[in-house]
Every structure is written in structure tokens, then in C-alpha cells.
């Protein structure tokens, strides 16, 4: 269950990540692609005794935090872009 919820939030970030890509802002992008390496890593060490569970259950929190960082940019991205829309 824990990879089919990780796969599906995974679904879900990867076209902002095509977006960032096409507006040039792949630093972004590798800033998102680093923390969520870094809690998948951290929590899959934390959790190794729990073997393949414990390893698809870091796979599963690292994409839950990885979304919720991207609906953030999504969320700021599209303030800025109103901001600098004509009144």
C-alpha cells in the first residue's frame, strides 16, 4: 500500500517538475529533488530495521513531503504571477 500511495504522489509532482524545466528554473527544481533525496535517505536509515516496509514506508513520507512543497511552489508561483498581471 505504502508504493501505490508513493507512486501516486509521485504522478502527481512530476508534471511541475516538467514546468520548472520549461521555465528555466531547473535550481528549483534540484532544491526540491535534494530535500526530498535527503528525507527519503534519512527516513529509509531510520526505519531500515523494518526492512522492505520500513523502506517503502520512507519512500511513501519522502513523496508526501515532496508534494507538499510543490503545491507550495505551485501556490507562490501563481501569486507572483498575479502580482505582475495588469490591473
Not at 508513493?6 to 528554473?25: I, K, N, W
Not at 534540484?30 to 519512500?59: K, R, S
Request: proline share 2%; hydrophobic share 60%.
Amino acid at each position: 500500500v505504502s508504493l501505490l500511495v508513493a507512486a501516486t504522489l509521485s504522478a502527481l509532482c512530476a508534471p511541475v517538475g516538467l514546468v520548472l524545466v520549461a521555465q528555466h528554473r531547473m535550481w528549483l527544481g534540484v532544491g526540491l529533488n535534494v530535500i526530498w533525496a535527503t528525507v527519503y535517505i534519512g527516513l529509509a536509515m531510520l526505519w531500515l530495521n523494518h526492512g522492505a516496509q520500513g523502506v517503502a514506508n520512507a519512500l511513501c513520507v519522502a513523496y508526501g513531503v515532496h508534494g507538499l512543497l510543490v503545491a507550495c511552489v505551485v501556490y507562490a508561483t501563481q501569486l507572483f504571477m498575479r502580482s505582475k498581471q495588469p490591473d
